[in-house]
């Protein structure tokens, strides 16, 4: 019963805010809804995402302050990089994707949000990607050498261990 | 008093204690020993070997507070700390260039725990999954498991029972005050405290006593799957815990005057190892950390999920953002867990603690997050499903994997003693960073 005092924007006008300040940014191809259960999700070009990231964050009507989470996921044709925004002052979570081909490069957005300087180098080395702009793009969770895990194409089961 | 005043000393057979009491002597008498004199040439006080080694000078005024300083200037150092370190739950490696005592750069090595505990999701069931997060944060595995519970629920739109979701609260904050204070004894030590620790392990056992009662086990649970929870409040777990209900607020007030307290304590953590709010939010600071640091945000009031809408609860928020504040901040948080245990048991609904759900569940395709307060900030689990009865991806979020980076970033200009407190502040538990 303890009441939250962060009023949740609505979710329509969260979408219709978001648009105009990405149409001001003059970036053409992105879209915006509501995925099922994730909630907005914006998806964009690869390229636009440190500039749509950027504005994201020094808006004064929308300040997205806080990157909770960047991670990737193979879905068997390329690779989806997922950052999930929140505004505190209106206590709601914006998700922005983009994709990426596999063996492709990553650029870093650790100068927009320092949050993601240590799981952009976890993604890079799972996903068999090249960082660029970090300070530090080296492996951080694996040693040289060893393939990238959560590619679909890493199997880390022989074929007779599979039970189906 | 020179050279000539120690070799007597040996030549005549005299022992050590001997020397050192003729050296009293000389200063009850009040012989005036001048700086020049104590720092002139080698004085060899009879028990090192007689010369120095040929070809090493050996340097005048070196007890001496130079007063320039560049005459003591040294060398940049790399140290080493870790893998192994009290400080860290589990293995963490920080490579620290030092000047003296002052840290001038640090990097943190972590993977030591790494078991790929994502990728061994995507070939698990989803009700399998509540043994891989339970190995992921291993101090407080409810929270991570009812992370993984919400995402499959709503994926698969199952409705929970009211006494599932009661239960999966209670056990959540009774973690919660167990993994507290297995954090709070450690960062005692740290700073120089060693009886805290004793009293915070006694407490501890109290809950993992309740833990062990209701799930079978005192870290890996299994506990809360999609739908359910495996197990009822048994009448033991509910005497244990209303015991230490009684004696709760008299068992935080003595933790409070034995270490939070104490002078030394608070000097050695007042205003160091300070996270501003700004830096807070850059970081993706969550829970404790960012309450803190001055922001009111807490995932239970904030963003109610299971049946914390329920309960009456403050969250505890404070503003300077040292290690201090972050060590109350925590004692604060055991005391409202403490409140909500008891509406807990006071206010425990009837019926099943279990949803009717398929032993092979399949989930329709899509995407969902859930997201909880644990421990330790923020755990969100993130599940990518293709319709069929293992997850196309799970991601686990790990709120200490976040805490690292800041920690990275408050080494610089600390001091190397202080660095280690620091670090233990933030409470990385590697099992969790490293998956």
């Known amino acids: ?74 879905v068997r044709e390329r690779i989806e990089i997922t950052y999930r925004l929140r505004s505190l002052m209106h206590n709601i979570d914006l998700v922005v994707k983009c994709d990426l081909p596999y063996e492709d490069s990553y650029s870093s957005v650790g100068h927009i949000y320092a949050a993601a300087w240590l799981p952009e180098r976890e993604l890079c080395e799972m996903f068999g990607l090249s960082l660029l702009n970090h300070p530090n793009p080296k492996r951080l969770l694996t040693t040289e050498g060893l393939p990238p895990f959560l590619r679909k194409s890493t199997a880390i089961r022989t074929k007779e261990e599979i039970w189906d | 008093m020179g050279l000539n005043s120690s070799q007597d000393a040996t030549s005549t057979g005299s022992t050590i204690s001997d020397y050192i009491s003729r050296d009293h002597e000389i200063i009850d008498d009040h012989e005036v020993v001048s700086q020049e004199d104590l720092t002139e040439g080698y004085i060899n006080p009879g028990w090192l070997s007689p010369e120095p080694p040929s070809g090493i000078t050996v340097p005048r005024n070196v007890n001496r507070i130079a007063d320039d300083p560049l005459q003591l200037c040294t060398d940049h150092y790399l140290l080493n700390v870790g893998p192994q370190h009290p400080s860290t739950h589990g293995a963490l490696r920080v490579v620290m260039e030092l000047d003296g005592e002052r840290i001038m750069s640090g990097e943190a090595h972590v993977g030591q725990l790494h078991r790929g505990i994502e990728k061994l999701a995507e070939h698990r069931r989803y009700h399998q999954l509540a043994t891989l997060v339970d190995r992921a944060d291993y101090v407080s595995g409810i929270t991570a498991e009812t992370a993984t519970a919400l995402a499959v629920e709503q994926l698969a739109e199952i409705e929970v029972p009211a006494r599932a979701q009661w239960l999966r609260c209670l056990m959540s904050e009774v973690n919660r005050v167990a993994s507290h204070y297995m954090w709070m004894g450690p960062t005692g030590l740290d700073s120089g405290a060693m009886g805290i620790f004793l009293y915070m392990q006694h407490d501890r056992e109290i809950f993992l006593d309740v833990l062990e009662e209701m799930t079978g086990q005192r870290l890996m649970f299994n506990y809360v799957r999609p739908g359910k929870v495996t197990g009822d409040l048994t009448p033991r777990a509910e005497q244990l815990l ?177 660095a280690i407190v620091g670090m233990g502040s933030f409470d990385f538990c590697f099992g969790e960073v490293d998956r």
């Open chain 1, 1 to 74: 019963m303890g009441a939250s005092p962060y009023v949740q924007m609505d979710k329509q006008v969260l979408i219709d805010q978001v648009s105009i300040l990405l149409d001001g940014l003059g970036i053409g191809a992105y879209q915006i809804a509501e995925e099922g259960k994730l909630g907005i999700v914006v998806r964009a070009d690869a390229e636009d995402v440190a500039r749509i990231l950027k504005a994201l964050r020094s808006s004064t009507e929308l300040p997205f302050e806080q990157l909770i989470d960047l991670f990737g996921a193979d």
């Open chain 2, 242 to 418: 209303r015991d230490y209900l009684k004696i709760g607020t008299q068992r935080l007030q003595e933790h409070w005057d034995s270490l939070f307290a104490s002078e030394l304590f608070q000097v050695r953590t007042q205003g160091i190892g300070v996270l501003t709010r700004e830096q807070a939010l850059d970081y993706g600071a969550t829970g404790f950390v960012l309450r803190a640091s001055g922001v009111d945000w807490d995932l239970r009031r904030d963003r109610p999920y299971d049946a914390y809408n329920q309960f009456e609860f403050d969250v505890m928020t404070r503003t300077n953002g040292d290690i201090f504040d972050r060590m109350v901040c925590r004692l604060d948080e055991v005391r409202q867990s403490l409140r909500i245990i008891e509406q807990c048991l006071d206010g425990m609904p009837e019926g099943p603690v279990a949803a009717r759900v398929p032993k092979v569940l399949r989930v329709p395709e899509g995407e969902a997050c859930g997201i909880v307060e644990s421990a330790r900030g923020e755990v969100g689990i993130h599940i990518y499903s293709d319709g069929s009865d293992r997850p196309l991806r799970m991601r686990y979020r790990p709120p200490t994997l976040y805490s690292l980076a800041m920690a990275e970033s408050l080494l610089p200009g600390m001091m190397l003693a202080d």
